[in-house]
């Protein structure tokens, strides 16, 4: 991929593209690492399949097993996060194994893939309450049974579903996500989309149960909505209310949907998460669908983001400092590290560390484990703890949408596919954004979940850098040539009325609903 110079970049990104494992010496490391854990055996039979996922299991290998091995429709599958003990840390990690780990997603072009999860909320047809737990766990066992999915358990307690590269899991408040494959196309995208709505659809009208696709519940009280049995939201739960005041609506009220994304530089992964921060408010307007809480208008069209504005600022936010000139996979880490922990997984259990410093771990000094050094599947489990606007991992991840009913869950990934993995189109948003300003960009943040497109922009309205956005989506997709265009229809009305899903959705609570917001749980059905 060649590197046009910009005014945002020209500066911060190298004068040529470097590949990421030739641009940082981490990689490097990071190689020499497994290599070493290879020799001691302590990575128990990494194979290269492993490798590229690092999801390393503590079973015994033999030869055409698997990843772990098949107990007829019920495998013994790590509880979330996954990564548990695979990794016995015989020496301390460094900073530069932290950033290896991050340039070691990498990819040539050819090999960029499309990731997207959806979550939804479950709820009883008869009486729109919530899902019950049991509730929950039947459905995923029959889904289990009937279409082969393996289970994953934490202890007794069933809590997600796994196929092939595919996985199902449980929210706090029992919101249902799946969390999709790399795909090469749209069309197998939203294929793979259907499929699990086909399926999860077939047993939940069995039993009474609808899902609704929705940013913020729009009817049930927090205290109504059970806890899902995973140690790690008791974690959550209890540190949620020390960091914020909106935290444990953000675990138990809201659905997103999101796309992941690849990069093969970190010139590369710098120009995709620059653009996806900066016109993030963009999303959020375009797929805004959360405008009532227990019944009533709440005053915002997306309540699902403004939550995230007092969740914990620590973890959350715009991250101004991807756009300093020094910014890459090492200030990166650098922030990670100062975000402060939620617990560490040993031994199938939950080690509350909420508030500690991952610093501390790094240097073997963490009160709740003193003397004992991070693994890499601790990293990784702490990086899956940050919730930014963008989110960096071994793959970019745009975090700024609510959820919403089939067609804009195929939308979502259409829109950033269109500007990112296109070069004209990525390198025509970079330069509209040349010369927003820090203070520009988070005004957007602060103001879109209210005003949505209609929000005013130096001359105009949002609405008016919208529709230019979602032209250079289109082209991008279009130059993709696999006939992909089409998933952004969805958006093209939104953009050339400046009306947003939610402000659909208050004039029928106004009219046609007389005021009630039970028919959404019909209108946005799956």
Partial sequence: MTLMSHPVSSRSIHSEVIQCK???????????????????ETFLCLRSSLWSSLKVKPSSCSAGTGVGRRLRRHVIVGA??????????????????LVGYLASGCKPKENWRIGTEHEKFGFEIGTLNPMKYEQIAELLNVISERFDWDKIMEGENI??????????SLEP??????????????????????????????????MGIGFLGIGFQPKWRREDIPIMPKGRYVIMKNY????????LDMMFRTCTVQVNLDFDSEADMIRKFRAGLALQPIATALFANSPFTEGKPNGYLSMRSQIWTDTDNNRAGMLPFVFDDSFGFEQYVEYALDVP?????????????AGLSFRDFLAGKLPSLPGEYPTFNDWENHLTTIFPEVRLKRYLEMRGADGGPWRRLCALPAFWVGLLYDDVSLQNVLDMIADWTPEERQ??????PKSGLKTPFRDGLLKHVAQDVLKFAKDGLDRRGFKE????????????????????LLALYHGKWGRSVDPVFEELLY
């Fill in 159 to 168: 809590i997600g579903l796994k196929q092939d590269k595919q996985s199902i």
């Fill in 485 to 504: 265009t089409g998933f952004l229809n969805e958006l093209t009305e939104v953009v050339n009325t400046g009306i947003t899903p939610a402000e659909k």
């Fill in 443 to 448: 005004m957007l943040r602060n103001k879109v």
């Fill in 80 to 97: 979330s996060p996954p990564t548990e003990d695979a990794v016995i840390s015989t020496e301390p990690l460094t900073k530069e194994d």
């Fill in 173 to 206: 408040g029992g919101q249902f996500e799946l969390s999709g494959a790399p795909l090469e196309t749209l069309h197998q995208t939203c294929a793979e989309v259907n499929s699990h709505l086909y399926q999860v659809k077939a047993v939940a009208e069995e």
């Fill in 240 to 247: 949620m209310p020390k960091v914020g005041s909106l935290g």
């Fill in 22 to 40: 030739t641009r940082h010496n981490g990689v490097n490391t990071f190689a020499n690492r497994v290599d070493s854990a290879r020799r001691k």
């Fill in 341 to 353: 922990m939620y617990f560490v997984y040993r031994q199938k259990k939950y080690i509350d560390c």
